[in-house]
DNA sequence: GGCTTCATGAGAGTCATTCTCACTTTTGGT
DNA sequence: ACCAAAAGTGAGAATGACTCTCATGAAGCC
């Protein structure tokens, strides 16, 4: 059992951004949009926290066409997926037809277990296209 | 217009390696397969290559969890998707649900274009679980 | 055979991400 | 409040995949 993580000026602004922010964001972004507002934080730190709360399923993590992880605390926590912008991030939460079920039977049926799946939509917003 | 690609040594070898591997494999995995083989290659050698084949849609890439990318030549040219083993790159070609008008059907709907989607499954193979 | 042009590769460079480690803060008693 | 133990922080170094540079080599074409 491990300790509850400890409440840090750090996690907070951390925590902070990401619940303003409505896109997916890179590491690197939310370290820019921290020190911007004055709530500086270390570099690695922003990467620990939020690789912390992506274990704790408080944000989704993506990867971008460039294998880059994007973070996103999203509205609903129950399973979902998005369509995002290449451009700017700018995300819409979706249903997708029921994958999962789908998922495991043929995982199953060629022997394979713990399976996990990926469907995610790119495309571009209207903003990013003007 | 561009000239078409020229015959060497070292795109049969990638080429021929690939062939031969059923597996979805990086391009670091499949320099040293190369290298063993004795079909010695350089390293940025395999990786332009293996772009130029991607963009030929002569094989299929995906970024595995660390956001490294895995090549393969499949077996369809047909669009498809995949049920790849987290462990050993073991993959299994599948017939996914029809994403592809639903995609764009959402897509279109939040103002998006040029949508584009990811469906793969990742699982633990028989072999890699013994 | 010559020649033009593309391909190659060794090594340097880039860039996201992780690690190190000395230093600072929280937290949980007291 | 006080204090020690343990976790958190951050600047900079390290890692690792991938790309770029550029001098040299090899294809394709006459």
């Known amino acids: 059992m491990n300790a509850p993580p400890r409440m840090t000026r750090q996690r907070t602004a951390v925590a902070d951004a990401l619940a303003d922010l409505a896109d997916f964001r890179s590491a690197q972004q939310l370290h820019e949009v921290l020190r911007s507002r004055g709530d500086s934080v270390g570099l690695a730190t922003v990467y ?11 944000v989704d993590v993506l990867r971008n066409e460039d294998g880059e992880s994007l973070y996103r605390r999203c509205a609903r926590r129950e399973h979902h997926h998005h369509l995002v912008c290449r451009g700017c991030g700018r995300t819409v939460e ?31 917003c209207a903003d990013c296209r003007s």
């Open 48 to 58: 620990r926290t939020l690789q912390a709360l992506a274990e704790a399923r408080e």
């Open 94 to 124: 979706i249903d997708g037809p029921t994958v999962e079920s789908w998922a495991s039977t043929v995982g199953a049926a060629h022997g394979f277990e713990d399976i996990d799946h990926t469907v995610e939509l790119w495309g571009t």
